[in-house]
Every structure is written in structure tokens, then in C-alpha cells.
């Protein structure tokens, strides 16, 4: 036979108040988790030609580390990002040379 004992805690309680931090903290990092895995999930599209970067690095005899060409992708798609922005702001739909520098 299993007996089941439940305290009620007064709602102005020390100990009431760090339960419900503690439960609210593990929600959080429940949540927190949930978002990760959905951010790894999603991945951009490469926009950079790997073979045509390793080449032209080559070709100036230097060598290109593994990371690179990732962080050339994230790069490229933060000038596209801002140039967009600025095209919206002028009030254009066409994206023009000069709006990527």
C-alpha cells in the first residue's frame, strides 16, 4: 500500500518562491534545448563554389582551412542581408552594385 503525502505551501513562502524558480529554470532550459536543436536543424544554402575558392587560394600558394568556406558562406550572406535591407529602405525591389559594399 502506497501512501502519498502532498504539502501546500503558503504562496508567500521562501520555500515556494525557489520551487517555483526551480520549475520555472527547468522549463526554460526545456525550451531553451527545443530551440537549439530546431536552429541546428535549418540549414542555409550554400552559395559559395568550393572547388572554384580552394582554386583561387591555390593559385595565390596558399592553402584553405576546413571552416573557411563556412565562414565565407555566412559572409556573403551578410552582405546580401544588408543590401536587401537597404534596397527595402530605399523603397526599390532591385538590388544594385553599389548597395553591396
Known sequence: MRIEVRYRLRPDSELAFKTNLFMWAKQWQRKKRKGKQKRKSTKREVLVVAS???????SKEMMTSSDALAALN?????????AVA????????????????
Open 52 to 58: 572554384k575558392v580552394k582554386a583561387y587560394v591555390k
Open 74 to 82: 555566412d559572409k556573403v550572406y551578410a552582405v546580401l542581408d544588408k
Open 86 to 101: 537597404r534596397t527595402k529602405a530605399n523603397r526599390r525591389r532591385t538590388c544594385k552594385q553599389f548597395l553591396l559594399y
